[in-house]
T-cell receptor, first 112, second 109 residues
Framework: EAGVTQSPTHLIKTRGQQATLRCSPI?????VYWYQQALGLGLQFLLWYDEGEERNRGNFPPRFSGRQFPNYSSELNVNALELEDSALYLC???????????FGPGTRLTVL | KNEVEQSPQNLTAQEGEFITINCSYSVGISALHWLQQHPGGGIVSLFMLSSGKKKHGRLIATINIQEKHSSLHITASHPRDSAVYIC???????????FGSGTQLTVLP
């Protein structure tokens, strides 16, 4: 069974541009979580989607947004990129109503 | 004060040593996770605990709900165990994880 997949692996953008990151959950999982791991800051929760709806978001500005598609894959969009958005963005998925999360390999975003 | 505190931040051990990493949390939780992150970023979920103790191979995780404390033990450590170990908690219906700062473990041959 395929695990959580993320694309692209690496993404290089310049300040002010927009970035789109994609995540495909494990088959059957309806919940998708996005986390940011910036250098020196540890892992922080960004967004949680379940059944197509945003269930919760972390303490990030509105230029971080996303959506979940009917097939439960998800997209994270970061608008007006800033240098400090450079980070590893991790996606995780879980079965609805369960706590065990399975992580993808991450997308490393570099903002120049 | 962070909701999830880990200690130590860095740990160097000789191959074969018994290793303990500690995690304390200050909030009510529904589950606690131990995660392993290798260089390059990939994260693997090692354990999810809501009570008691779990064992998988050379890894043992325990949790004391009353004391709000969990430990991850590695027996007969090996250089391939070198990684960052992260404690994370889930809080009830808010299923997103809150993370500790991680413990960088280096096991020397």
């Amino acid at each position: 069974e395929a695990g959580v997949t993320q694309s692209p692996t690496h993404l290089i953008k310049t300040r002010g541009q927009q970035a789109t990151l994609r995540c495909s959950p494990i088959s059957g999982h309806t919940s998708v979580y996005w986390y940011q791991q910036a250098l020196g800051l540890g892992l922080q929760f960004l967004l949680w989607y379940d059944e197509g709806e945003e269930r919760n978001r972390g303490n990030f500005p509105p230029r971080f947004s996303g959506r979940q598609f009917p097939n439960y894959s998800s997209e994270l969009n970061v608008n007006a990129l800033e240098l400090e958005d450079s980070a590893l963005y991790l996606c995780a998925s879980s079965l609805q109503g369960t706590d065990t999360q399975y992580f993808g390999p991450g997308t490393r975003l570099t903002v120049l | 004060k962070n909701e999830v505190e880990q200690s130590p931040q860095n740990l160097t051990a000789q191959e074969g040593e018994f290793i303990t990493i500690n995690c304390s949390y200050s909030v009510g939780i529904s589950a606690l996770h131990w995660l392993q992150q290798h260089p390059g970023g990939g994260i693997v979920s090692l354990f999810m605990l809501s009570s008691g103790k779990k064992k998988h191979g050379r890894l043992i995780a325990t949790i004391n709900i009353q004391e709000k404390h969990s430990s991850l033990h590695i027996t007969a450590s090996h250089p391939r165990d070198s990684a960052v170990y992260i404690c994370a908690v889930a809080r009830g219906s808010a299923r997103q994880l809150t993370f500790g700062s991680g413990t960088q473990l280096t096991v020397l041959p």
